[in-house]
């Protein structure tokens, strides 16, 4: 166990639809990152938050957006859903937000777009 | 910026070693490695920070050479539960908070 929590673990929704997911860093890390995981495809950073503040995009979409809350916990928030956005969403979580430090994964939520 | 993994898959049985390596173009101020099992997330090996700082597991290190901006994670005396797909992840100097990860290296150890 990483020490970082995600919900749901499992989300199945229909196209044009908009889902949150929530991730819940470890105590006393203060950055979080999003990733994206196609199947049996590579880890595909899309954003990261350290303290509440956005530090680094990635690739991330416009109908894709996310933020972190005073108490830390972070939520990704995918609208206008579409079949190719059926991915794993991994967060993680580390103390430091300059990469000086490692990064643990939560398990992930696993979204389908049907 | 996605670094570049070698190779991109590898066989190997029990008791062999093996090298996986990962380049970038982009000057770097530390790399990652991490080794996910199907269906898992990825679980943290090793951290390189430029300037020479290591840390990591004892069966498995690896190498950070900051002028060519390649390291290396090297397995000794794989065991079966070595398998898995192993991704790099750089934090380039331009940019301190990405972490971006290569597109994985497939190891597979058979008995």
């Known amino acids: 166990d990483s020490g970082v929590t995600q919900t749901p673990k499992h989300l199945i929704t229909a196209t044009g639809q908009r889902v949150t997911l929530r991730c819940s860093p470890r105590s006393g890390d203060l950055s979080v990152y999003w990733y994206q995981q196609s199947l049996d495809q590579g880890l595909q950073f899309l954003i990261q938050?350290?303290?509440?503040?956005?530090?680094a995009k990635g690739n991330i979409l416009e109908r894709f957006s996310a933020q972190q809350f005073p108490d830390l916990h972070s939520e990704l928030n995918l609208s206008s859903l579409e079949l190719g956005d059926s991915a794993l969403y991994f967060c993680?979580?580390?103390?430091?937000?300059?990469?000086?430090?490692?990064?643990?994964f939560g398990q992930g939520t696993r979204l389908t777009v049907v | 910026q996605q670094p570049v993994q070698s190779p991109q898959a590898v066989i190997l049985r029990e008791g062999e070693d093996a090298v996986i390596n990962c380049s970038s173009s982009?000057?770097?101020?530390?790399v990652h490695w991490y080794r996910q099992k199907h269906g898992e997330a990825p679980v943290f090996l090793m951290i390189?920070?430029?300037?020479?700082e290591q840390k990591g597991h004892d069966k498995i290190s690896a190498s950070f050479n900051e002028k060519k901006q390649q390291s290396s994670l090297y397995l000794t005396a794989s065991q079966l539960s070595y398998s898995g797909t192993y991704f790099c992840g750089t934090v380039p100097l331009e940019y301190g908070n990405k972490l971006v990860f290569g597109a994985g290296t497939i190891l597979r150890v058979k008995s």
């Open positions: 390189l920070l430029k300037g020479g």
């Open positions: 938050y350290y303290n509440g503040e956005e530090r």
């Open positions: 982009k000057a770097l101020y530390s």
């Open positions: 993680a979580s580390s103390v430091g937000g300059q990469g000086q430090t490692e990064a643990f």
